[in-house]
Nanobody, 121 residues
Framework: QVQLVESGGGLVQAGGSLRLSCAASGSIFSAGIMAWYRQAPGKQRELVATITTGETTTYADAVKGRFTISRDNAKNTQYLQMNKLKPEDTAVYYC???????????????WGQGTQVTVSS
């Protein structure tokens, strides 16, 4: 079984920074695309950023230039550096990883438990 554990959320003033981490553990043969999503109260979950195994990244327009996604393949860990935070960034942030548990298995998607980020004005 695979487990994703997130950390790094919290309360910060507008203009501040936070760094989220998401560590995958368990039966992992290979980790593929990693991503961060967020869900604000009363809104649908939205994609924030993705990173491939080759470290190609994509970002939602709302966070471009402020957020940076990265990964450490040796640790099966991904990060989200969030700078110049705005009140509208307030949400629960979820990590998401495509994982193969063995050579012959299919890719499966795993989710972290979510971490709250609150940005005060």
């Amino acid at each position: 079984q695979v487990q994703l554990v997130e950390s790094g959320g919290g309360l910060v003033q507008a203009g501040g920074s936070l760094r989220l981490s998401c560590a995958a553990s368990g039966s992992i043969f290979s980790a593929g695309i990693m991503a961060w999503y967020r869900q604000a109260p009363g809104k649908q979950r939205e994609l924030v950023a993705t990173i491939t195994t080759g470290e190609t990244t994509t970002y939602a327009d709302a966070v471009k230039g402020r957020f940076t996604i990265s990964r450490d393949n040796a640790k099966n860990t991904q990060y989200l550096q969030m700078n110049k935070l705005k009140p509208e960034d307030t949400a629960v942030y979820y990590c998401n990883v495509d994982i193969k548990e063995s050579w012959g298995s299919t890719w499966q998607v795993y989710w972290g438990q979510g971490t709250q980020v609150t940005v005060s004005s």
